[in-house]
Nanobody, 115 residues
């Protein structure tokens, strides 16, 4: 059974950093791509970083230079390092595994940025 489990969320102050983890129950190469999204209540999920099929990384302009997605293939874990966090980035952060014909999502982890 394929499972993705996020962890590492919490409460941080504006300008601080946080690293999220996504532990996968299978090899991360089971997916042709993996990504991190975030969602604020009442809004659509927003992409914040991804590995492409070729292993390159992509980010939206809103987080470019502050967020970094990485992976540890031996641990089957994908990470999201988030620096210089802003209050408006308070959201539930989700990990997504992309496979032809189906997407897999974790349960999400809450990140709150507040002073």
């Amino acid at each position: 059974q394929v499972q993705l489990v996020e962890s590492g969320g919490g409460l941080v102050q504006p300008g601080e950093s946080l690293r999220l983890s996504c532990a996968v129950s299978v090899s991360i190469f089971y997916f042709y791509s993996m990504a991190w999204y975030r969602q604020v209540p009442g809004k659509q999920r927003e992409l914040v970083g991804m590995f492409t099929n070729g292993g390159a990384t992509e980010y939206p302009d809103s987080v470019k230079g502050r967020f970094t997605i990485s992976r540890d293939t031996a641990k089957n874990t994908v990470y999201l390092q988030m620096n210089s966090l802003k209050p408006e980035e308070t959201a539930v952060y989700y990990c997504k595994g992309i496979k032809t014909g189906r997407d897999y999502w974790g349960q999400g982890t809450q990140v709150t940025v507040s002073s």
